[in-house]
């Protein structure tokens, strides 16, 4: 069995095609990246994208995911290692703490503002309310996500006018 | 991270002075460590290694060890190795930020590292001391060494010590810029160092700071954004299997045998590990389902024990108990004034609850003949330590224990079993075995913050409380940690009744009396110990007796606080919340205000909470929480104001939500979904007002949750009249409480 990854073909491991993607990425593949935190779609800490949707990791049959793009935080930076706009914006607004759940927290909020611009607070906080975060780092991740918005935007534009 | 298995265990021998230099070494890096004693009590270390870092060099026969290393190598390359752990309040970056102020250095200079066991073995985290505690030390210690630099370039360079100054980790002739030596240069090839007394060195005087008291970017967010950073359930190593273990099905229940069962036969199995004597039933496989899989597949009796009901726990709660109740506070003579009729009395609740951090408890440990390298999210090095050297028979200078990042520690990861788990599971199998728990399993296996009763009365004369007793039943929170003798010696359990303690010195006479109660269910640490609970009872208490007595709750308080410097930085703090709040100016149609205000680790905190009623459903949604703290001094502002923050919707999440239940022997809640924590949507607007007293650092990670509880139910009263007296404040307890 055979997934692709962060654009690259990974070879999974027969002990491991029975059951979900957050295991194959973690103790199968080493993408440690995507968390574990509850293993039942609570809390949103291996939200990965498939196809450009934003996936529960831990509810995910690997069965099912097969012939898809996965995308994990491991490849949101630019080959380059130039940070996403969303990743830059929590550093910038030195969102985290632990930061158990941000790599969720951020693959939720790219998927979220790949189909959104200009979002408004309401729609942010909407998108963002399903992921959990113990530490509290809420008001942050409000704010840091709408400040990626922004320069999402910006570069739509200047992208655009080039 | 390097290799555990390359770590020498180099002894260092102390010199006169008190310096360790490391026996033998040819010189080729410089490296300081300071260790800080039971009392303000602290050593340096200075050793050269030939071609070793620090983070290699293992300190033994030593009453302190180093939690601070900081090293310089020829290449100039600078680390800071930092034993305290990194779980979310910024430590690390705290840390190093005192340790640049006296050092020398550009921020961008510096390499801020983890250190493991072999060199802090006695480090815990917690209880909001890191920053308090090693505020002066570390920074003596990086003084010393600039000082150490500054006398060895001058002998290499042949210039007057005096004549130089130490900048951007180079030593400069201060007439000649363009004359300087790295710190690496100076250090290449040196063997016999210098030896400075630390009390002829003068500190920077705060207004010459550079560092301490800016909002410094975090170290640790790049790695951790990009998700490269590793956490206990994150390591891997060649060779690594999985493990799992065997949990009881009740909260009283015993192992009465256990058998392999079809374990054995089970896919990916690899053995089966039974040692009934400790009550242990594990399997190793090839993955982590297949050892959760297993692991269902033993043969296990139990003996279920009693069939607790909720109930029954809460019942308990009691003031006639075999243990007599400890008076902690005893000024004048509360009972007799108040006697048999007190002008108002109630009685407050709290629940237990769970620390719920999002990465569950998670340990990789490597058992060799001689050997244990375990990494693992801890709290507590030291105590894995010594519990490892227990199971094995293998000696605590063999046994490596190397803190990941935590996903979240909140007082949880004091105590790790799993640590336990994976050194009995690769014992057996001869290799590095992982543990990682299900959410199930840290749900239900782990230790609650104790349910609390507190029962309040007081007297009022002339608007003015002139008697207040609090009798107050909790769970234990610390004992459970500490050996029997300790807690006779101790006498009560520090950890429940802390935030209790009644600061209004304008009260003639007080009594605090706590009983502590043994549950059939573990309890322990939780971020702020008792803080937040007790708070709750005795901060909605004032609030009671203000409204009995007609007199505004923020005047009311400021009317029982004494003189004293303490009362003055509460004053201050409840002013500043107030007045940056708008207390007592009209608020939106069905708003309303609720204040309160706590003390812990001297750290002073007020709270002006803004809230509204949906009075169909009974949800209470918090507008804003205005928060002042005094902490003394900021080394982060900033990562002050990310810990205030935090501990508020912490906190906000026990007020309205959390609660754990036993129902017929179990813990009823199995994951997030009956166990649902705050979430974005119900988060308020939260504003921070930090005030610097007295310049000397006091702790941030716990008092701004003390509060909060009260804060919101204070502010509930204000809008309904009606008062919340048990946690968390549920829309069908609020409904309740509301429509009786």
């Known amino acids: ?149 922004d320069v999402m935007a910006q570069n739509k534009t200047t992208v655009g006018a080039a | 991270m390097s290799d555990p298995k390359t770590q020498s265990q180099r002894k260092w021998r102390v010199t006169r002075r008190g310096f360790l230099i490391g026996a033998g070494a040819t010189g080729a890096a410089l490296a300081i460590g300071v260790a800080v004693g039971r009392r303000p009590f602290y050593r340096f270390i200075a050793g050269m290694a030939s071609g070793m870092s620090a983070e290699n060099m293992a300190v033994g026969g030593l009453d302190n060890d180093p939690f601070t290393w900081i090293e310089i190598l020829p290449d100039n390359e600078i680390t800071i190795y930092i034993s305290k752990v990194e779980m979310g309040q910024g430590v690390h970056t705290s840390i190093a930020q005192m340790a640049a102020e006296e050092l020398g250095v550009r921020w961008d200079q510096l390499t801020i590292r983890q250190s493991g066991s072999l060199r802090g073995p006695n480090t815990n985290t917690g209880g909001s001391t890191s920053v308090s505690s090693t505020y002066v030390p570390v920074r003596q210690a990086a003084a010393m060494m600039r000082e150490m630099l500054i006398l060895k370039a001058a002998e290499k360079m042949g210039v007057p010590a005096a004549d130089l100054e130490a900048k951007e980790a180079a030593i400069y002739v201060k007439a000649n810029p363009n004359e300087s030596m790295t710190y690496g240069e100076v250090v290449d090839d040196v063997t016999e160092w210098p030896e400075i007394d630390v009390e002829t060195i003068e500190l920077k005087p705060s207004s010459e700071f550079e560092f301490i008291g800016k909002s410094l970017p975090r170290v640790d967010f790049e790695s951790k954004l990009t998700g490269t950073a590793i956490y206990g359930y994150d390591v891997q190593v060649e060779g690594m299997l999985y493990g799992a273990v065997a949990r009881p099905p009740t909260i009283g229940a015993t192992m009465q045998s256990a058998r392999a069962g079809d374990a054995a036969d089970m896919p990916g199995a690899v053995q089966v590990v039974i040692d009934e004597e400790a009550r242990f039933a594990g399997v190793v496989a090839r993955t982590r389902l297949q050892a959760q899989a297993a692991v269902r597949a033993l043969d296990i009796e139990w003996d279920e024990g009693r069939l607790w009901q909720q109930e029954e726990l809460e019942a308990l709660l009691s003031f006639e108990n075999e243990r007599d109740g400890y008076t902690i506070q005893e000024d004048g003579d509360a009972a007799s004034v108040i006697g048999d009729e007190p002008t108002v009395s109630a009685e407050y609740f709290t629940p237990f609850a769970a620390h719920a951090h999002l990465e569950p408890q998670a340990a990789m440990a490597d058992v060799q003949a001689d050997s244990v390298t375990i990494y693992c999210a801890t709290q507590a090095q030291g105590t894995i330590q010594s519990e490892v050297s227990s199971l094995t028979g293998i000696e605590p200078e063999n046994i490596n ?251 906000l999440s026990s007020t309205l939500i959390e609660e754990i239940t036993v129902r017929n022997g179990a813990v009823e809640a199995d994951n997030f979904g009956r166990y649902p924590l705050m979430t974005i949507d119900r988060t308020p607007e939260i504003e921070v007002i930090l005030l610097e007293s007295d310049g000397q650092p006091r702790g941030m990670g716990e008092p701004p949750m003390g509060p909060i509880a009260a804060a919101v139910g204070n502010a509930f009263f204000a809008l309904t009249g009606t008062r919340l007296r048990r946690l968390p404040f549920k829309p069908e307890y609020v409904l309740e409480a509301v429509a009786s």
């Open chain 2, 401 to 651: 224990v190397v803190p990941t990042y935590l996903g979240g520690g909140f007082g949880r990861r004091l105590n790790t079993e799993v640590a336990n788990e994976a050194v009995r599971l690769s014992q057996a199998v001869g290799a590095p075995v992982h543990v990682g728990w299900f959410r199930v399993e840290d749900m239900r296996n782990g230790y609650f913050r104790p349910p609390t009763r507190s029962q309040m009365s007081a007297r009022l004369e002339n608007g003015r409380i002139s008697a207040i007793n609090h009798d107050h039943a909790s769970g234990p929170v610390a004992f459970p940690f500490f050996p029997t003798p300790m807690q006779f010696v101790m006498g009560t359990d520090i950890g429940s009744w802390r935030g209790a303690f009644n600061f209004y010195q304008g009260i003639e006479n007080r009594r605090f009396t706590t009983w502590l109660i043994d549950f059939p269910i573990r309890t322990g640490w939780w971020r702020g110990l008792g803080l937040l609970a007790n708070v709750f009872a005795t901060e909605s208490f004032m609030d009671e007796l203000a409204y009995t007595a007609q007199v505004d709750p923020l005047q009311f308080r400021l009317n029982h606080l004494g003189s004293d410097p303490f009362s003055e930085r509460m004053r201050g703090v409840l002013m500043a919340a107030a007045a940056q709040a708008h207390w007592g100016e009209a608020l939106p149609e069905g708003h309303a205000h609720g204040i309160a205000c706590a003390t812990d680790v001297d750290t002073v905190v007020a709270q002006v909470v803004e809230l509204s009623l949906d009075e169909t459903s009974g949800e209470i949604q918090i507008h804003k929480v205005t928060c002042a703290v005094d902490a003394g001094l900021f080394i982060n502002p900033d990562g002050a104001i990310a810990q205030t923050e935090g501990a508020i919707i912490m906190g």
């Open chain 1, 1 to 149: 069995m055979e997934l692709r990854i962060n654009g690259q073909t990974y070879e999974v491991d027969e002990a491991y095609e029975s059951g979900n993607l957050l295991w194959v990425l973690r103790d199968n593949l080493g993408l440690m990246g995507t968390r574990f935190g509850c293993g039942a779609g609570f809390c949103g800490s291996c939200t990965v994208h498939v196809d450009g949707v934003a996936t529960r990791a831990c509810m995910t049959a690997v069965q099912a995911v097969v012939g898809t793009e996965i995308r994990t935080i491991e490849g949101l930076a630019s080959p380059e290692g130039e940070l996403h706009p969303v990743q830059q914006a929590f550093i910038d607004k030195q969102v985290p703490q632990c930061a158990w759940c941000m790599s969720g927290q951020i693959m939720q909020a790219v998927a979220f503002l790949e189909e959104t611009s200009n979002p408004t607070e309401e729609e942010i906080v909407e998108a963002m309310k399903e992921n959990y975060c113990r530490c509290g780092c809420y008001v942050r991740i409000k704010d840091a996500v709408s400040t990626a918005a």
